[in-house]
């Protein structure tokens, strides 16, 4: 097996927007060093303070050296065809294959962790930085903080894991189904291991054990490695995975109890990482009111806080969609409800629009009933139209329901939740695809 071990220094953390100020590759055959490479590179913006004392490289040292353009086909030719290896391999590859990418090159080579083949082959360190894990296996670093250095410390890591049993498991981790390096540097990989195949909703933590982000599932597992995969450069997907430390999970016995189960756990929790359902609710509604001429007209507009719609809605787009709707089953006329802006030649009779509007806000009330969804062995209560809660119901008679006693024996079973307005437009549009799940409450 042939590797690179690749070391850079950078002026920053992002590949998008920091440049390399160095790079050393040692070439390595599973057994003995084949050769070095080693170059500074100017990385055409200023380096900043605490990287030069860091490093020890100052921007004029990188003046005269040669921009990464000018030496990517070399670095592409030594990386191409052998593992790349790097301490954290998800930094020193993401800056690489950016920067090849900007020269002309696409890498695509399999990738090595040293970090996380040194948590397997030796366990029980307190840290597996390089400078830690170097003092413990008594290898010194050259020049630390330099590309060449640390490359060839990195390199006789490398060696020291091949010498210990460490074959297997590098094979293990080159396997196309591994994705282990692929995680984020600081969560350890038992946590993906012992993730379910099921339905369900998980949490990413911080150091801290505070949720940063909540997602729902069908495959909880496959799902959270979803997010690891790729090489999404950005600021703001690379702070995203620093931030991982820690996933807990809840199982679900269906998508759809998942998927509700998100929105409540998203709305109690307020993650950092979260954009979606973290804006106000109920910001559009359908009214009903009666203009001078004597029609019933039904309009959308903000949600008002002391006015009482017919319906409320998170998304402007939901309130058309409705609207649309009742237009059509009742046969309304558009220009009456303020869908169609063209004045017609002839309004209808108001009577008789007036009948057909009292008949789609009956349709709308009886909507507002309570019934329960039955998805597996779980029941979602809803009552006279509000979101109760949901949870088993095994022990409980389905057939024939009646109120109050059956709708108190749910209540008993399930556990109580907020209502929001997402949770509603998710029912509302369920019932629409679902009716024959739904179980009628008798009141």
């Given amino acids: 097996m042939r590797f690179a071990v690749v070391d850079i220094e950078t002026t920053g953390g ?6 390399i100020t160095e790079i050393a590759i040692v070439l390595y055959n599973g057994s003995e060093v084949e050769g070095i490479y080693e170059t500074l590179v100017n990385p055409h913006q200023p380096i900043p303070p605490f990287v030069i004392g860091m490093t020890g490289i100052t921007n004029a040292m990188v003046e005269a050296a040669p921009s990464f353009h000018e030496v990517a086909p070399q670095i592409y030719n030594l990386l191409k065809n052998r593992v790349f290896v790097a301490h954290n391999v998800n930094f020193d590859f993401s800056f690489v294959k950016h920067h090849l990418k900007e020269a002309g090159f696409e890498l695509q080579t399999p990738k090595l962790c040293t970090i996380r ?14 400078g830690h894990l170097c003092r413990q296996l008594n290898i010194e ?7 060449g250095g640390d490359a060839k410390a990195t390199a006789k890591v490398l060696d020291l894991v091949l010498q210990n049993n460490g ?8 396997q196309k189904e591994n994705r282990e390096q692929l995680m984020p540097p600081n969560l350890p990989g038992h946590y993906i291991q012992s993730l379910p195949d099921s339905p369900g909703v998980y949490y990413f933590h911080n150091k801290l054990g505070k949720v940063i982000y909540v997602g729902k599932a069908k495959n909880i597992k496959k799902r959270v490695v979803s997010h690891f995969t790729g ?7 690379q702070d995203f995975l620093r931030e991982i430390y820690e996933i807990s999970y809840t199982e679900c016995p269906t998508e759809f109890i998942a998927i ?23 910001l559009w509604a359908i009214y009903q009111f009666e203009d001078n ?33 009742l237009v059509r089953e009742f046969e309304l006329h558009p220009a009456l409800c303020f869908l169609d802006k063209t004045i017609p030649n002839e309004w209808p009779d108001s009577k008789i ?20 969804i039955k998805e597996s062995n779980t029941a979602i209560l809803i009552e006279k139209g509000k979101f109760v809660g949901m949870g088993p119901i095994d022990h409980l008679e389905m057939a024939e329901p009646s109120a109050p006693a059956y709708i108190a024996a749910v209540k008993e079973a399930v556990t109580p939740y907020a209502e929001n307005e997402v949770i509603k437009s998710m029912l509302r549009k369920y019932l629409e695809r679902y009716p024959h799940r739904v179980v009628r409450i008798v009141e």
């Avoid at 670093?141 to 590309?147: D, K, S």
């Avoid at 074959?167 to 080159?174: D, T, Y």
């Avoid at 509700?260 to 109920?282: D, G, H, T, V």
């Avoid at 629009?353 to 329960?372: G, T, W």
């Fill in 260 to 282: 509700l189960f998100e929105s409540i756990e998203i709305k109690r929790l307020w993650p950092a990482f979260n954009k979606s359902q973290k804006k106000f609710e109920q």
């Fill in 141 to 147: 670093i050259e020049n630390r903080h330099r590309a």
């Fill in 231 to 237: 090489l999404d450069l950005s600021k703001k997907r």
């Fill in 293 to 325: 001429r004597g029609y019933l007209r039904l309009a959308i507009d903000k949600k008002h806080k002391n006015a009482q719609p017919v319906q409320a809605f998170s998304l402007l787009a939901d309130a058309h969609r409705e609207l649309w709707k």
């Fill in 167 to 174: 074959e297997r498991l590098v094979k293990e981790m080159l």
């Fill in 117 to 130: 083949l040194s948590r397997k082959v030796f366990p029980g360190f307190p840290k597996y930085g390089l």
């Fill in 14 to 19: 992002f590949p998008s927007q920091h440049g």
């Fill in 353 to 372: 629009h007036n009948e057909q509007v009292k008949k789609a806000l009956h349709y709308i009330a009886s909507e507002k009933a309570s019934y329960i």
